[in-house]
């Protein structure tokens, strides 16, 4: 999602600037690569990019790639085989031992549902999305490229798809059903349907020092935050300037304030324990898959024997949901460290991932792309 967002503001400026663009997307990956299928990168005129589609070492390439669909109006696809050991410019540079099939998409700025405002619309609200692209692997074959966009219900087709609305629609369908990237044919073209989830908020219960780590770390990885305390001396939002949004609330006032959704996530770091425990109890039934409590064991299991004593239930799905003592163990002792081992239990749970090590992995990092 943020990479959506940098591109999005990034060719809205290249608009302002009077630059043509091009929007190089990683459409098909056959073996290893550093990016998977979906990934962007805008390339304007001038030579700046924004996003990624490898490593680094592609993107040297790409750009002469890009700048050359902006000069002839038209959509290319390349093929990068990083599987060649004999390849100076890419198999021995990279190392990915895969083949990598980029488009390249020339952005009509005229065009209202040319592929970047397919993209604004994924952001526009939160609602789950599927971006379709279509290609062809044949050589000498016209690329279609990003052509439509299903969200709740909704399509939004270019005039040069050839995939119709009843197709798109019963394609997204399985997308969303697995919230997976898929990857199908129709006629001589192929098809990636890529899953956009809704944008992560996290809602921060507390306003103390040691939530300002945790608002940058969040910042970066382009989640939206939301600072919520009952303290007038606190909440106030020049303390948090990378905060969405900063509230002087009750536990009442702050559910009464906020969209609660699966791609919401709470953490409580307020200190005080009763405020702590009235919001779990307004929250603790709520759709959200992640709850983080701050502080020690003991603290947390009192707060279960309390939740029960008033009569709420707390059973196996609400236990899942349920983080405390907050974070990954790597050893936090920080404000900082605690921050990033809070943000990746984040990112492992909504990921629905176990935080191990890559190197006991046995399975490939990517999640390999779903083909019907």
């Known amino acids: 999602m943020k990479e959506i967002n940098d591109i999005v503001k990034a060719y809205k400026q290249a608009q302002i600037n009077g630059l043509k663009t091009a929007l190089a997307t990683v459409v098909k990956v056959e073996g290893s ?21 490898s490593g680094g070492c592609l993107e040297g390439d790409a750009l002469r790639k890009a700048l050359l669909a902006i000069h002839q109006k038209n959509n290319k696809l ?3 085989d990083t599987s060649n050991p004999d390849d100076v410019e890419f198999g021995v540079q990279l190392g990915c031992n895969g083949i990598v099939h980029i488009l390249f998409e020339y952005i009509d700025e005229n065009s209202s549902q040319n592929p970047i405002s397919l993209l604004e619309k994924t952001i526009e609200n939160r609602n789950e999305s599927v971006i379709t692209t279509l290609f062809s692997l044949e050589k000498r074959s016209k690329q279609t490229g990003t052509v439509g966009l299903v969200r709740n219900q909704n399509t939004v087709l270019s005039d040069s798809s050839s995939i119709s609305e009843r197709e798109l629609l019963n394609f997204s369908s399985e997308v969303l059903e697995k919230k997976q990237n898929i990857l199908t044919r129709l006629s001589s073209n192929e098809i990636l349907l890529q899953y956009i989830p809704p944008q992560t908020t996290l809602i921060i ?35 948090f300037p990378l905060a969405d949004e900063v509230l ?3 536990p009442e006032e702050i559910i009464e304030a906020i969209e609660i959704d699966e791609s919401t996530v709470f953490v409580m770091m307020t200190h005080n324990y009763n405020f702590d425990l009235a919001l779990l109890k307004l929250i603790i039934h709520q759709p959200v898959q992640y709850i983080g409590l701050l502080g020690p064991k003991t603290r947390f299991n009192r707060m279960m024997d309390d939740l029960k004593s008033s009569g709420i239930d707390i ?3 609400e236990l899942n949901k349920l983080y405390g003592p907050v974070g990954i163990d790597i050893g936090a002792e920080t404000s900082e460290e605690i921050a990033i081992s809070v943000i990746a239990e984040i990112k492992a749970v909504l990921s629905q ?7 006991d992995k046995p399975e490939k990092i990517h999640t390999d792309i779903l083909s019907i």
Do not use: C, F
């Open 248 to 250: 002087l609330a009750t």
């Open 353 to 359: 991932k176990k935080g191990l090590s890559l190197r």
């Open 33 to 53: 690569s550093y990016r998977p299928a979906g990934a962007r990168m805008l390339v304007t005129e001038d030579g700046q990019l924004t996003g990624a589609i």
């Open 78 to 80: 390349i093929t990068y």
């Open 315 to 317: 059973g196996e799905k």
């Open 205 to 239: 219960a507390g306003a103390g020092n040691d939530v300002k780590p945790l608002v940058d770390t969040a910042s970066i990885l382009g989640w939206k935050t939301v600072i919520a305390d009952g303290r007038s001396t606190h909440a106030l939002k020049k303390r």
